[in-house]
């Protein structure tokens, strides 16, 4: 491959590597071909790209998007996993994958926003809810002693206008 071929395939990852918010590398050994292809139509579902490049290139990128200390994880078939929206999403989808698939691919490291995490903290991540769920869950949390207010506020109210119902009868 001519250097200037490799050169944009470097600048192109750059780019991408430097918009996304969740970056995954993974170990994509003993899929086949039809569960690869299974798995990037699962991953392109939920608005995630899937790139398989060399260990060299993909390493050039995160160097020059900042992204350092990653050099131990481009060893062996590696594949690039990253999202520009909800930067958990791809975690789900490959460790959902993995359990059907028994344990291909594996996750070697993930960067969300700048944090990264790995084996254990992935399969964490993995299982949490979806922002949309999380934000639910705080919204449901802050209604919950206010509609207790409300009630019990509403329940003195009615008290007192009872009690001066009453009183107005005698």
């Known amino acids: 491959m001519p250097t200037a071929e490799k050169a944009a395939i470097v600048e192109d990852l750059t780019d991408i590597l430097k918009r996304s918010k969740g970056i995954y590398l993974t170990d994509f050994t003993g899929l086949d071909v039809p569960a690869f292809t299974r798995l990037r139509r699962r991953l392109r579902e939920d608005e995630i790209s899937c790139r398989v490049v060399k260990n060299r290139l993909a390493l050039l990128a ?13 060893a062996g078939p590696t594949g690039l996993v990253f999202t520009e929206n909800d930067p958990v999403a791809p975690a789900r989808v490959l460790s959902d994958f993995a359990r059907e698939m028994q344990g291909c691919p594996r996750m070697k490291i993930g960067l969300v926003d700048g944090q990264a995490y790995v084996e254990d903290q992935l399969e964490a991540l993995a299982t949490l809810p979806s922002r949309e769920v999380l934000l639910g869950q705080v919204v449901s949390g802050i209604q919950s002693p206010l509609s207790g207010l409300v009630f019990c506020l509403q329940g003195l109210i009615q008290k007192l206008v009872m009690t001066l119902q009453a009183v107005a009868e005698k």
């Not at 995160?62 to 481009?74: Q, V």
């Open 62 to 74: 995160a160097k020059g998007a900042g992204i350092d200390g990653l050099n131990e994880m481009f």
